[in-house]
């Protein structure tokens, strides 16, 4: 049974990586991301929580992100591999997690700020029907225009350069100290995310010997 941590920015296609690592492995894939959106799309207690902080223009603290990952792997039927992507948070939940979970190793993809800004700024959203798109990789055939509901593209509010750079900045702050208790403990496998994704993919697997993608 595989167990591993994934550790990457925004715009380093971590969920990407994750998702094909554990559809073919056949592990779950744990991500605090869609933990905390499924609580509020099926309007749990923890849900309504969730949305008064960010309402209040809050981020979810680092113990409350803990609460709820501890209490997915408690549920987890240990028959199955997982992918854990968006915890640990800080150094103290990294020793812990590493005590109570025998992990494989650490998946930290790395992505130069200039690379991060690149993409990042490039991400536009409809304001109509929400759909995603990219400047880069997925563009709209009419420029600022929605391809399915014709609404009006923007960008979101926190994808401005200054934005960005605080969480770069901040980031890069919290993510240091973990890496370095990741490498006393364990294999840390990094892994240059300007590849494309199969190669980015198909470098993680060298790293683990695990088979290559179908
Ligand atoms: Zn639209």
């Known amino acids: 049974m595989r167990k591993y941590v994934i550790m990457g920015i925004q715009g380093s296609g971590k969920g990407t990586q994750a998702k094909l690592l554990a559809d073919d492995l056949n592990l779950e894939h744990i991500s605090v991301g869609d933990l905390f959106r499924w609580n509020v799309q099926h309007r749990t207690k923890l849900g309504a ?6 309402a209040a223009g809050h981020l979810v603290d680092d113990d409350l992100v803990e609460s709820v990952v ?9 028959n199955f591999g997982f992918i854990v992507d968006g ?11 590493l005590e109570s979970y025998d992990i494989d190793g650490v998946i930290n993809l790395e992505l130069p700020d200039e690379e991060v800004q690149r993409r990042v700024l490039a991400r536009r959203l409809c304001t109509q029907c929400g759909l995603d798109y990219n400047l880069i990789a997925y563009r709209p055939k009419v420029e600022d225009v929605c391809d399915v ?6 960008a979101r ?9 605080v969480r770069l900045a901040e980031y890069h702050e919290q ?3 973990l890496i370095a208790i990741f490498q006393r403990k364990e294999f840390v496998a990094t892994v240059d995310a300007t590849a494309a994704v199969p190669d980015v993919q198909a470098a993680i697997r060298t790293h683990f010997n695990l088979m290559r993608p179908r």
Request: aromatic fraction near 10%; glycine fraction near 4%.
């Open 49 to 54: 929580q969730v949305k008064r902080i960010m």
């Open 175 to 177: 993510t240091k100290p």
């Open 149 to 154: 509901c014709g609404g009006r593209l923007a």
């Open 87 to 97: 915890f640990p948070r800080n150094a103290r939940q990294a020793e812990f997690f």
């Open 70 to 78: 501890r209490r997915r792997l408690d549920d987890h039927d240990w």
């Open 157 to 165: 509010e926190d994808d401005n350069p200054e934005a960005l750079a």
